[in-house]
């Protein structure tokens, strides 16, 4: 692969990435071996430090999302061995035991270090804890996991009358509630079934549509007792188990695979293998979504590691074709829809996404800032309420576009940048760093003339 096609520059910790594809066109060709899942490397080293005794993590993402969790959790006690990929290990200290930190433990841009981890620190009594992020996560509603905590007798506070970081949390003794969710979030739900952990009696979350259950399987896989109503969406957890430290072998994240599975449907003659991908059936919106639009998807070698499923992945150019996509299979894909709007953009009709209002206060407005930037490259795109409708078939030229500190953001756009006539050049690329370091080296390696 020639450096004139794909080239990253970077200065004082700011990445430019230029893509500049031949005339002739270029093709996508090779194996890939994609970072660890981010939801589950989370729930691996917060379990694992809360546990009693020794677990063991293999294959953890070394983004800047799961180092934000690893140094909370040390700041207040626990023991977690340098990360990588081949074998992280954390001496737990035991349930109920996490120290009272001298210092604000820092989330940096991690919501979901943020949200869950006020679960476990507002269900232990008499500890103070004083938390913060960068300045995208401290513009992040906090108050969908502080207002059921608050119920449970919490007390929380923070700016913007308790709803953004800094926060600070006088641990306090819980009393377990049945919570009715308003929206299907992994995050609201697993915040209080850890809350629940520390509280006498049965804690129930009962959401609106099934969301991504990866703390159900965890927790039960450390000891914890859970019920789970399918039929309701209901989860119960019995408080103050005994949690033992586990060996958790971590699945590659679908997520990430979906870059790959958009890229080499979209590129004429495209041929990709993704090795060991998480297909939880809670985290498979994107492989349905991408089978109603025709992609050429296969799922090979399927077998089951630590309690989740696995897959390799293979997925060849085909012409995609427009769906609408809303509805109960939103919360499985919510994270892939800014490259599933990419995909859209080179299918025959109208696609329309929907019921994604949620997307406004992820990292960034993902809405908003994907629909923006796509429109700089000519795409036609327009921006609903709680979506996109994107008409397919029309040229895109390269441009001059930004990720605006989102790395599902910078990533999408190198995907669009890979059929775009001209050079584009995206800024803020090393945003792409908090879930997929190696995201560009594996888009170089891939990429033939």
Same mark, same amino acid.
Request: aromatic content about 2%; some cysteine.
């Given at each position: 692969m020639s450096k004139s096609i794909i080239n990253l520059q970077s200065a004082e910790n700011q990445q430019t990435l230029t893509i500049t594809p031949p005339n002739t066109?270029?093709?996508?060709?090779?194996?890939?071996?994609?970072?660890?899942?981010?939801?589950?490397?989370?729930?691996?080293?917060?379990?694992?430090?809360?546990?009693?005794?020794?677990?063991?993590?293999?294959?953890?993402?070394?983004?800047?999302?799961?180092?934000?969790?690893?140094?909370?959790?040390?700041?207040?006690?626990?023991?977690?061995?340098?990360?990588?990929?081949?074998?992280?290990?954390? *001496?737990?200290?035991?349930?109920?035991?996490?120290?009272?930190?001298?210092?604000?433990?820092?989330?940096?841009?991690?919501?979901?270090?943020?949200?869950?981890?006020?679960?476990?620190?507002?269900?232990?009594?008499?500890?103070?804890?004083?938390?913060?992020?960068?300045?995208?996560?401290?513009?992040?509603?906090?108050?969908?996991?502080?207002?059921?905590?608050?119920?449970?007798?919490?007390?929380?506070?923070?700016?913007?009358?308790?709803?953004?970081?800094?926060?600070?949390? *006088?641990?306090?003794?819980?009393?377990?509630?049945?919570?009715?969710?308003?929206?299907?979030?992994?995050?609201?739900?697993?915040?209080?079934?850890?809350?629940?952990?520390?509280?006498?009696?049965?804690?129930?979350?009962t959401e609106p549509a099934l969301s991504r259950d990866h703390s159900e399987r965890m927790l039960q896989a450390f000891g914890a007792t859970l019920d789970i109503d399918a039929t309701t969406n209901s989860v119960t957890i019995t408080g103050h188990p005994e949690l033992t430290g586990q060996k958790v072998i971590v699945p590659g994240d679908i997520s990430s695979a979906a870059f790959w599975l958009v890229a080499a449907s979209i590129v004429e003659g495209a041929e990709l293998l993704i090795e060991n991908v998480g297909i939880n059936p809670t985290r498979t919106g994107i492989l349905e979504a991408l089978e109603m639009m025709g992609a050429n998807i296969s799922l090979e070698n399927e077998r089951v590691i630590t309690g989740e499923p696995v897959a390799d992945l293979r997925v060849k150019a085909t012409q995609l074709k427009a769906c609408t996509i809303q509805g109960e299979i939103i919360p499985r894909l919510i994270d892939e829809v800014p490259i599933l709007a990419v995909a859209a953009l080179f299918a025959q009709g109208t696609t329309i996404i929907k019921d994604a209002a949620e997307l406004r206060v992820k990292e960034s407005d993902r809405l908003a800032v994907i629909a923006s930037q796509l429109g700089k490259m000519g795409a036609n795109i327009t921006e609903l309420p709680d979506g996109l409708e994107i008409t397919g078939g029309k040229e895109l030229n390269g441009a001059e576009v930004d990720s605006c500190g989102d790395h599902r953001i910078a990533m999408s756009l190198a995907i669009a940048a890979l059929r775009a006539k001209g050079k584009t050049i995206i800024n803020g690329a090393e945003a792409a760093a908090i879930s997929y370091p190696e995201f560009v080296e594996s888009l170089q390696a891939i990429t033939l003339e």
């Open positions: 066109g270029l093709s996508l060709q090779g194996t890939l071996q994609i970072p660890g899942d981010k939801s589950i490397s989370h729930r691996a080293l917060m379990l694992g430090a809360i546990a009693e005794g020794e677990t063991i993590i293999e294959g953890l993402l070394l983004g800047e999302d799961p180092r934000s969790t690893a140094d909370c959790f040390r700041a207040m006690g626990a023991k977690i061995s340098p990360l990588n990929n081949e074998k992280v290990t954390v *001496q737990g200290i035991g349930l109920g035991h996490l120290q009272e930190p001298s210092e604000v433990l820092e989330a940096g841009n991690s919501g979901t270090t943020m949200r869950l981890m006020l679960g476990l620190l507002a269900s232990h009594p008499d500890r103070l804890f004083c938390v913060t992020g960068d300045a995208s996560l401290r513009s992040r509603p906090m108050s969908r996991v502080i207002k059921p905590l608050q119920t449970m007798g919490a007390k929380i506070w923070g700016r913007n009358n308790n709803s953004l970081a800094p926060l600070a949390i *006088q641990g306090q003794t819980l009393k377990p509630i049945h919570y009715h969710s308003p929206i299907a979030s992994a995050q609201v739900k697993s915040c209080i079934l850890l809350a629940g952990l520390m509280t006498e009696g049965k804690t129930t979350v």
